[in-house]
């Protein structure tokens, strides 16, 4: 379907630009483009880590702070 493959072009274009953004290439919106990948990137990955060890069930202490 045309559909299909106008939104595939789409989603290569910005690909393209998230490397661009990368690399540090001089094109308009690249930065945008890497900037949204990488939050893309960080939520699927924090899903990812969610589904398979679950939330903690103790906080930690942060490094350097007093203990009570």
């Known amino acids: 379907h045309v559909l299909y493959g106008a939104l595939l072009a789409v989603q290569l ?3 393209a630009m998230a490397v661009a953004g990368r ?3 001089p094109v308009p919106a690249a930065g945008i483009a890497y ?3 990488l939050v893309t990137w ?4 924090g899903l990812w880590r969610y589904m398979r060890v679950g ?3 103790t906080w930690e202490h942060a490094e350097g ?3 009570a």
Request: charged residues 5%; glycine residues 6%.
């Open 65 to 67: 702070t007093r203990a």
């Open 35 to 37: 900037y949204y990948f």
């Open 23 to 25: 690399l540090g290439l």
């Open 42 to 45: 960080a939520t699927l990955a």
């Open 13 to 15: 274009v910005w690909l």
């Open 55 to 57: 939330v903690p069930v």
